[in-house]
């Protein structure tokens, strides 16, 4: 019996990683295949309906199916390699992931760990060859421009570098412009779900990977991108050319609130509303943006257990009805990622009236 797969176009294989590996749903345990002019990933389980409509907004094609796969040669992880270097009781201290952006790696070290922070970065060196430098959070994101201080533990150069993403590029330098490649998925979800012609206000552009990807996917798209953050702007800005979407995406540099009610009120079939510690103080803001006819809204917020998806639900439509407009329909709400204790980034898709 095969391995279960998905198959895609040679030519669609990075963006197909790339979303499969958002979706948690990329089997490590076999070697990717390809045979003539389409590519076979292995896959943990059967995508669900809403994976399969991120799939259809992101591929031109693909087919669902089982193929006989090679195991992937064991390698050791992370702990398992940190074991041969720190004292056996820190151990279970170390981190178990991290991430990686273009070829800079970014992980989490436990206070107790700090001593042994260059054994960390040799380690993550020694896993994933092509990264050039290790940087260790230093304190949590924090500011109007969503920033954290980082420490270099291991390679050399500078903290710029150039991440590649649903065969997008986005140059950044990661120490002075937010960016989270574990929104990789919600990039290629929300893409998806833009129609021909839409005009879309992406509030909290950073490096602009929502107008990036969502325009490269539907050219009819008009998306303007905002970012009270000049460094992230020039990057923005940057990526816009580099894509070849000038005219597509309107890099602008502003407090988002400010640029809607100047030149975008009652414009826009879609908002993006990107910057969960802060989204609900600007729903007035993205309420004005949509057209009097009503328009999709992309929330993204903070909210604890027991029930995150229903405190985030409830926080949007108190928002939306604070600037006198309504929720028509919640069409999604969903944990994105935890980030603490019984804490959750949470996404909510909803029609505005």
């Not at 800079?104 to 700090?114: G, K, R, Y």
């Not at 060196?125 to 290790?134: D, E, F, G, N, P």
């Not at 909290?204 to 990036?212: L, W």
């Not at 004005?288 to 999709?296: F, T």
Request: net charge positive; aromatic share 6%; with cysteine.
């Amino acid at each position: 019996m095969g391995v279960l797969c998905l198959k895609v176009r040679r030519e669609e294989a990075e963006v197909a990683h790339e979303l499969l590996k958002g979706m948690g749903l990329l089997n490590l345990a076999f070697e990717p295949a390809r045979d003539g002019a389409s590519v076979f990933f292995p896959l943990t389980r059967r995508p669900g309906p809403g994976e399969l409509t991120a799939m259809k907004g992101s591929l031109s094609c693909f087919e669902i199916v089982e193929v006989e796969l090679r195991p992937r040669e064991a390698r050791p992880s992370l702990q398992e390699l940190l074991s041969r270097s720190l004292p056996p009781r820190l151990v279970e201290e170390a981190p178990r992931s991290f991430d990686v952006i273009g070829d800079i790696a970014i992980v989490e070290i436990q206070p107790e760990l700090w001593p042994y922070r260059h054994e960390v970065g040799s380690a993550i060196m020694a896993l994933q060859k092509h990264v050039r430098l290790v940087l260790a959070k230093g304190g949590p994101v924090s500011g109007p421009f969503r920033l954290r201080r980082l420490v270099p533990i291991a390679g050399y150069g500078p903290t710029e570098t150039t991440h590649r993403e649903h065969g997008c590029i986005f140059k950044l330098d990661v120490a002075r412009a937010y960016f989270s490649p574990r929104l990789s998925y919600e990039h290629a979800r929300v893409a998806g779900q833009a129609r021909p012609g839409e005009l879309v206000v992406d509030m909290f552009a950073g490096v602009g990977p929502f107008s990036i990807i969502m325009a490269k996917r539907e050219p009819s798209v008009l998306a303007y991108a905002i970012d009270a953050n000049p460094i992230a702007f020039h990057y923005l800005a940057m990526n816009v050319r580099a894509n070849k979407l000038r005219g597509s995406v309107v890099p602008v540099l502003s407090d988002a609130r400010r640029a809607i009610q100047k030149a975008l009120r009652g414009l826009a079939d879609r908002v993006i509303m990107d910057l969960p510690e802060r989204a609900h103080e600007f729903l007035d803001a993205a309420c004005l943006a949509i057209r009097p006819s009503g328009g999709h809204l992309h929330f993204y917020t903070f909210a604890g257990a027991p029930e995150p998806e229903k405190e985030a639900v409830e926080r949007l439509k108190a928002g939306v009805e604070a600037a006198g407009r309504s929720v028509e329909a919640v069409l999604l709400a969903r944990k994105v990622r935890p980030i603490g204790p019984y804490k959750w980034q949470v996404a909510v898709d909803a029609i505005i009236s």
